[in-house]
């Protein structure tokens, strides 16, 4: 099956400074979704972006999809951004499944 | 609802016993995934079903573990004889579509504990 990486898989910040997830995938891929989770456990959907670039406040996603990765842009972190970073893919089969990174864990220290 | 509802949001069980966990997809989807999350790691898939059809359930760990979507909207999944391993976070995903390339929404999940 597909294999989802990602980097790095932690990460300690200042409160304010920018920073850069990366994820990387072994074979194309139909849908990718980044997610948050915080730290009572939610999944919160930030990106869904099988390609192209996308933008949401202090977020902004990017998946160049012929080579294979996505990165997630976070600036002026802020303590509230702490958390699990999951990136997630769909490679198609007829299931329709998510295959999921181990995440990269974001402290933002204030 | 606005958003996918999982119940209950946490459950301790005694090992052997059984347990069932109920998701409420968003109102309309057609399309409901399952997933468990164990301690330090990213979700996997158990299974997938369209309306009422359970169309994969090739993530189940076992034959203990049973999933129902019987009209189409909500969805239980059981697991029998309860052992420690199964101690996890369940998710509950849906899409609006079946097919690829649909985003899919997260519940807030079960925990489970299985003492």
């Known amino acids: 099956g597909i294999q989802v990486e990602q980097s790095p898989p932690d990460l300690i910040l200042q409160e304010g400074a920018n920073s850069t997830l990366r994820c990387n995938f072994s074979?194309?891929?139909?849908?990718l979704q980044w997610f948050h989770q915080n730290p009572w456990g939610q999944l919160i959907n930030l990106f869904y972006?099988?390609?192209g670039t996308k933008q949401n406040g202090r977020l902004s996603a990017t998946t160049v999809a012929t080579e294979r990765y996505s990165l997630l842009y976070i600036s002026s972190s802020q303590t509230t951004d702490s958390g699990v970073y999951f990136c997630?893919?769909?490679?198609?089969?007829?299931?329709?499944?998510?295959?999921f990174g181990k995440g990269t864990l974001l402290t933002v220290n204030p | 609802g606005a958003g996918v509802s999982q119940s209950p949001r946490y459950k301790v069980a005694k090992r052997g016993q059984d347990v069932a966990l109920r998701c409420d997809p968003i109102?309309?989807?057609?399309?409901l995934f399952w997933y468990q999350q164990a301690l330090g790691q990213g979700p996997e898939f158990l299974t997938y079903?369209?309306?009422?059809?359970?169309?994969?359930k090739s993530g189940l760990p076992s034959d203990r573990f049973f999933a129902e979507r019987p009209e189409g909207s909500v969805s239980t999944l059981k697991i029998q004889r309860t052992q420690q391993e199964d101690s996890a976070v369940y998710l509950c995903?849906?899409?609006?579509?079946?097919?690829?390339?649909?985003?899919?929404?997260f519940g807030d999940g079960t925990r489970l504990s299985i003492l």
């Open positions: 995903a849906s899409s609006l579509r079946w097919g690829s390339n649909q985003p899919q929404h």
């Open positions: 074979d194309s891929v139909n849908n």
């Open positions: 972006i099988p390609s």
């Open positions: 997630a893919v769909e490679s198609g089969g007829s299931n329709y499944k998510l295959t």
């Open positions: 109102s309309g989807h057609v399309s």
């Open positions: 079903f369209q309306n009422e059809a359970q169309l994969d």
